[in-house]
């Protein structure tokens, strides 16, 4: 890899059509400046509406939320596991990864961020290998996170592209599909794959919309646990827009309540559909104890026309959140959210009383179920009781 400093990176958007510039990225006296290309700007598509508006003329981030860079491009940079191999790596290179500009890291990412947005110049690594063996990565995952061992590095980073989260991921393209795959961590249980695999069933049997899902076998592990891309068709990326990134919302930092997400929905889809959606998405976060329910765990996409959806349901598993709290509150409570937070939430959705109350007792009759879904998925007896008790702590 060579890192040159890069003062000035050009943004490209390929949906359906033709890849188009979008616009400028420019770095001078320590501020980013952004301006769009007048023949973007004729499409009309906004991209980040809340803070980064379709007009003509420069643009500045005021807040320091993403270092000065707007929510619509931080949404395209690693973090966690991703960040961590780079920074690894340039220190391997004998870069002080501190000494990159966001614009700099844009360019690491170059074509192979999530969602349709691109960068050039694009800074060439290491070319993504053809791996099939799922054990043999999950070695090399374990053999960098204990050991240290920079060995497989390289590989490692190809294979991760620009994902984000804190869980170690590749992402591949098997049987012409493109998956995100995760793999066990120091802190996870041994049978975290199971688990979500047992959640991604619960959470399909009670209505959220999900991607497609499997437990990948492993002779050395209860299984890994892959999702289908859904910012990728077999023939085009789709545009993806993290909650986080489009109200400019720190995930790092317990600072949400789904109130502020009911609002931004139905500002950006226009959809009571939609709303009930994500409403049906936060009981389920609340009653299936799922507390890891920051801003980056949200998200939007928007199709070929420029009409906004929530994406499917993605991260969903047992997590006990920031000292037993839920990263985004319910109607101001995070610690024992229980149905009359759900009911004041529904009412912001503009949704009444009684509807509301038959989506809740679908997810209550659904994740009733978990000893069903943790069995189907091989989870271990533990893990099964363990969370069985947590499940029925929230539902008094």
């Not at 009383?353 to 998925?377: D, G, N, Q, R, T």
Request: charged share 25%; aromatic share 10%; with cysteine.
């Amino acid at each position: 890899m060579n890192f040159k400093a890069q003062p000035i990176v050009h943004v490209y958007f390929k949906g359906k059509s033709e890849k188009i510039l979008v616009g400028r990225l420019a770095l001078k006296n320590h501020k980013i400046f952004f301006e769009y290309s007048p023949e973007f700007i004729k499409t009309g598509f906004e991209l980040s509406p809340f803070k980064l508006p379709l007009k003509p003329g420069l643009q500045t981030n005021s807040d320091l939320v993403f270092d000065g860079l707007f929510g619509l491009f931080n949404d395209s940079l690693p973090d966690g596991w991703g960040r961590l191999l780079l920074d690894r790596k340039l220190r391997g290179l004998e870069i002080n990864p501190n000494s990159l500009s966001p614009l700099d890291r844009l360019c690491y990412v170059g074509k192979n961020g999530m969602g349709a947005l691109s960068y050039i110049p694009e800074i060439k690594g290491v070319s993504p290998l053809e791996r099939e063996n799922l054990d043999d990565i999950a070695e090399e995952v374990y053999a960098f996170q204990e050991h240290d061992d920079d060995q497989f590095i390289d590989e490692l980073l190809a294979m991760n592209n620009s994902s984000a989260g804190a869980r170690p991921k590749i992402l591949i393209r098997k049987n012409k599909e493109n998956w995100i795959i995760k793999f066990w961590s120091s802190t996870d249980p041994k049978d975290i794959g199971p688990i979500e695999y047992a959640y991604h069933l619960m959470a399909k049997h009670a209505g959220l919309h999900v991607p497609k899902a499997k437990l990948f076998a492993s002779k050395k592990r209860p299984g890994y646990f892959g999702v289908t891309r859904f910012d990728r068709t077999s023939d085009h990326p789709i545009h993806m827009h993290t909650l986080s990134g489009l109200i400019h919302a720190d995930h790092r930092l317990p600072s949400l309540d789904y109130a502020t997400i009911i609002k931004a929905t139905a500002l950006l889809t226009k959809s009571q559909e939609q709303l009930e959606s994500q409403f049906r998405a936060a009981v389920f976060n609340v009653f299936a104890h799922n507390r890891d329910d920051h801003a980056k765990n949200f998200s939007f996409l928007m199709n070929e026309y420029g009409t906004w959806s929530i994406s499917p349901a993605y991260d969903l598993t047992f997590s006990s959140g920031p000292s037993g709290e839920h990263c985004t509150t319910i109607m101001g409570e995070g610690k024992n959210p229980k149905r009359p937070h759900l009911i004041k939430l529904a009412a912001i959705a503009s949704i009444n009383e009684k509807k509301a109350s038959a989506i809740i007792e679908e997810v209550i009759s659904s994740v009733s179920l978990w000893k069903h879904f943790a069995k189907e998925a091989h989870v271990s007896t533990s893990s099964t009781k363990m969370i069985q008790a947590a499940l029925q702590s929230v539902a008094i």
